[in-house]
């Protein structure tokens, strides 16, 4: 196959002009842009933490998303790499940003990285991921792609507010590298990057003065990060990259790369990294993974996440992991001041996450088995609290061949065993 073609994709400018004050002029910017723009909102909830580049050249960040989204929406991507074969809690914060930017009128592409899967993403790794073969990953694309899409769907089922919203497109980035042909591709990618600027990256300086060192295989990871984001922008007009807050020197790599080829402003926003109550970073490497298949975590498992989270986080949690308005969220803390034992937060916030990961089925089916470990179920008079104990043949089945249920404190239930 011939060696990508570079070409300049030309975007022109945009009238008007941006008032600078509402920028911080330190190191990346924080998101401040008018009262009511889409930036400021999302940095009001948490969910956007940095942008960068610090000043475009030709339009500013928020120009793109708070002017005229209707004829004008943008295009923005995250990655996903399918190192397991399904995603977890960990990646919420990222689809949360996009699907709040869908919301907004705006059009997001998830990407499946099958192909940067295999090289190993070193960000916030102390040490190499575990070579993945071919097979295993296009498995795991495939579940990965799967799971994206029933989050999608549950997004536009049970969450609708009336707006028009963007779309939402699932792509796999093997899809531009597999035909790729390993020198020609070196000889036209590779002369656009300086080690120099490579070699400073954090994620790279830290793997390099550790005793493990760093791969070749890895090195060339934020290579590849960075034509996926050129790539996106010559096919989709994709301009803007989301990402974990460890992603910030892939995002570099990638606005630079485009910026040399093109001349044209892409950017970068980071969301937090979610950690453990230990200030452990979640996710399958520490693991600690809440996952987000039901086969590997339940939705009444998930549901106990968020409803067991401390007061301390409940209230940034829903800001961070629910669409709901912060005054609701202002109003469901005030309540909570007065009747802290209802955990009245860490409920809603337990549904929320629940209904948007396993739909409404999966939200039902965990408050089911809540009201089990609760003790608001018994058996034949004996209160049950382990869900995976409730009607077991040879335990819980009288002589007779039937079984009383209580649920709750009315509702009783005979049920006839018709085989034995």
């Not at 001349?263 to 970073?281: M, R």
């Amino acid at each position: 196959m011939a060696a990508p073609i570079f070409r300049s994709f030309s975007w022109g400018r945009w009238s008007g002009t941006l008032n600078l004050s509402v920028f911080l002029p330190l190191g990346l910017r924080k998101a401040h842009s008018g009262p009511q723009g889409l930036l400021a909102a999302q940095k009001a909830r948490g969910l956007f933490k940095d942008f960068f580049p610090e000043t475009g050249t030709k339009i500013e960040l928020p120009e793109l998303f708070d002017r005229g989204t209707a004829s004008f929406p943008q295009t923005i991507y995250c990655g996903f790499d399918p190192t397991a074969d399904s995603l977890h809690v960990g990646h919420l914060l990222a689809l949360l940003g996009l699907f709040h930017l869908q919301r907004a009128g705006h059009n997001v592409i998830a990407l499946v990285g099958s192909a940067t899967a295999r090289l190993g993403d070193p960000s916030g790794r102390t040490k190499e991921r575990e070579a993945l073969e071919t097979k295993r990953v296009r498995a795991n694309a495939r579940a990965l792609r799967l799971g994206l899409e029933a989050l999608a769907a549950n997004h536009q089922q049970l969450f609708t507010d009336g707006r028009s919203w963007g779309s939402f497109t699932v792509l796999d980035n093997s899809a531009w590298y597999q035909e790729q042909h390993l020198v020609d591709f070196l000889a036209a990618v590779g002369g656009h990057f300086r080690m120099g600027t490579l070699l400073s990256r954090q994620s790279v300086q830290l793997r390099l003065k550790s005793a493990e060192g760093m791969s070749l295989a890895e090195f060339f990871y934020q290579v590849l990060q960075a034509y996926d984001f050129y790539y996106l922008f010559q096919r989709y007009g994709c301009r803007v990259q989301l990402g974990g807050s460890d992603q910030l020197g892939n995002i570099m790599s990638g606005y630079e790369f485009i910026n040399k080829l093109t001349g044209e402003d892409v950017f970068g926003i980071t969301v937090p990294l979610i950690t453990s109550t230990t200030g452990a970073k979640l996710g399958k490497s520490a693991g600690n993974a809440v996952w987000l298949n039901r086969d590997k975590t339940s939705p009444f498992e998930l549901y106990q996440f968020f409803v067991r989270q401390p007061d301390d986080s409940v209230e940034r949690y829903l800001k961070l992991f629910t669409f709901l308005p912060l005054p609701e969220i202002d109003h469901i803390m005030q309540l909570h001041v007065k009747e802290p034992e209802r955990r009245g937060p860490q409920k809603r916030l337990a549904a929320e996450v629940t209904k948007l990961v396993h739909g409404r089925e999966g939200l039902d089916s965990a408050k089911r088995y809540r009201m089990i470990t609760e003790g608001g179920v018994s058996i034949n008079h004996r209160q049950v609290t382990n869900p995976e104990s409730v009607l077991v043949v040879g335990q819980h089945i009288l002589k007779n061949g039937l079984s009383l249920l209580k649920i709750g404190k009315r509702n009783f239930y005979i049920i006839k065993w018709l085989q034995l």
